[in-house]
């Protein structure tokens, strides 16, 4: 602007001086995020930890959404925005059997009932979209239970496990045929889908696998 700027040069020490801020992620690791008391820094705390073993993750994953919460009575719509950012990295960034750890953790970080029902809805959409994205890509591959079949076995037991526990530990006792359903499913997204379910159904018969 000093450019544009003629007589009288007095003027001129009063022109605004604007130059371009550059801000980078990889200069703040997740801790230095986590502490800097601004919700955007807090959500962005998630991202940087995406290099983290399954622990590590988690650990700044559930800081973050602590550290948001107060957030959700004073501006939802922020908190809701900054909620979904969290999860849906989380859920399309993680590998497949981190993920009903991170949804149930999700949920266990909001001591407000309301606020756990809005994280399992939000949290079953997303997985969803996953799912869904995953069978489509498969159809036009041509190979529709292709992502099913890449999975080891192990980690669709542990799926297995963590959905049986999950249905124990909210209703106490599965029916024979729901295990067996359970047992069954060799889609990692569909156990994962099964899973958020689990906040939702009034009994487990209701479950959707």
Not at 38 to 54: C, H, K, P, S
Request: aromatic letters at 6%; charged letters at 25%; hydrophobic letters at 45%.
């Amino acid at each position: 602007m000093h450019d544009l700027l003629g007589e009288p040069a007095e003027f001129h020490a009063f022109v605004p001086q604007w130059a371009p801020l550059f801000w980078e992620l990889g200069r703040h690791d997740a801790d230095e995020l986590l502490l800097s008391g601004e919700a955007w820094q807090e959500t962005l705390a998630v991202l940087r930890a995406q290099g983290e073993n399954a622990a590590g993750f988690e650990r700044v994953y559930v800081e973050a959404m602590r550290r948001l919460a107060p957030l959700a009575s004073q501006d939802h719509v922020r908190w809701y925005d900054l909620m979904r950012i969290i999860l849906s990295w989380a859920l399309w960034r993680r590998p497949g059997p981190e993920r009903q750890t991170l949804l149930a953790a999700a949920q266990a970080a909001q001591v407000n009932v309301d606020r756990q029902k809005e994280v399992g809805l939000m949290s079953q959409t997303i997985a969803e979209s996953i799912w869904e994205e995953g069978r489509l890509k498969g159809r036009s591959e041509g190979r529709s239970e292709g992502r099913s079949e890449g999975r080891s076995e192990g980690q669709l037991n542990a799926l297995r496990q963590t959905l049986r526990r999950l249905l124990l530990d909210r209703f106490g006792r599965v029916s024979e045929d729901v295990l067996q359903r359970i047992d069954n499913v060799t889609d990692v997204d569909r156990l994962m889908a099964a899973a958020v379910q689990v906040s939702h159904i009034a009994t487990p018969d209701e479950l959707q696998v």
